[in-house]
């Protein structure tokens, strides 16, 4: 299958990798729109966000992009979560965006 993010996932494509474990890995967005921009994907080909139905495994992806948040700190400093879906998506195989800092809060210290 002609898939970038799957020849990532079987070395195929050499990457490294910010967090990876036997289902998931994280790596950064090759053309960042902000200073942390971090892919965060099941290494299974799932398509489209509609067609992931393990609840575990979307668990799992919750669990990695909340521990990305605090050590990327981001939890305070704003942060975006994006999947693109239906079209919109320019490669098919599901990953979440974690982008940031986008933060809106203006120091007065
Ligand atoms: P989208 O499918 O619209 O969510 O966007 C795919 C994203 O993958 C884009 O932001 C690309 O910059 C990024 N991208 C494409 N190829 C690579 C790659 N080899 N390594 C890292 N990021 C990539
Ligand atoms: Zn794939």
């Given at each position: 299958m002609d898939c970038i993010f799957c020849k990532i996932a079987k070395k195929e494509i050499l990457k490294e990798f910010i967090y990876k474990d036997q289902e998931m890995m994280v790596f950064p967005d090759?053309?960042?729109?902000?200073?942390v921009h971090l892919l965060i994907m099941?290494?299974?080909?799932?398509?489209?966000?509609?067609?992931?139905?393990?609840n575990l495994l979307f668990g799992k992806l919750k669990t990695v992009i909340q521990k990305l948040i605090k050590n990327q700190k981001l939890e305070d400093r704003g942060y975006k979560i994006i999947v693109n879906g239906?079209?919109?998506?320019?490669?098919n195989h599901l990953h979440f965006h974690l982008i940031g800092p986008l933060g809106k809060k203006v120091s007065i210290e």
């Amino acid at each position: 299958m002609d898939c970038i993010f799957c020849k990532i996932a079987k070395k195929e494509i050499l990457k490294e990798f910010i967090y990876k474990d036997q289902e998931m890995m994280v790596f950064p967005d090759i053309n960042p729109i902000a200073p942390v921009h971090l892919l965060i994907m099941p290494k299974k080909h799932i398509v489209d966000f509609l067609d992931l139905e393990d609840n575990l495994l979307f668990g799992k992806l919750k669990t990695v992009i909340q521990k990305l948040i605090k050590n990327q700190k981001l939890e305070d400093r704003g942060y975006k979560i994006i999947v693109n879906g239906g079209g919109a998506q320019i490669i098919n195989h599901l990953h979440f965006h974690l982008i940031g800092p986008l933060g809106k809060k203006v120091s007065i210290e």
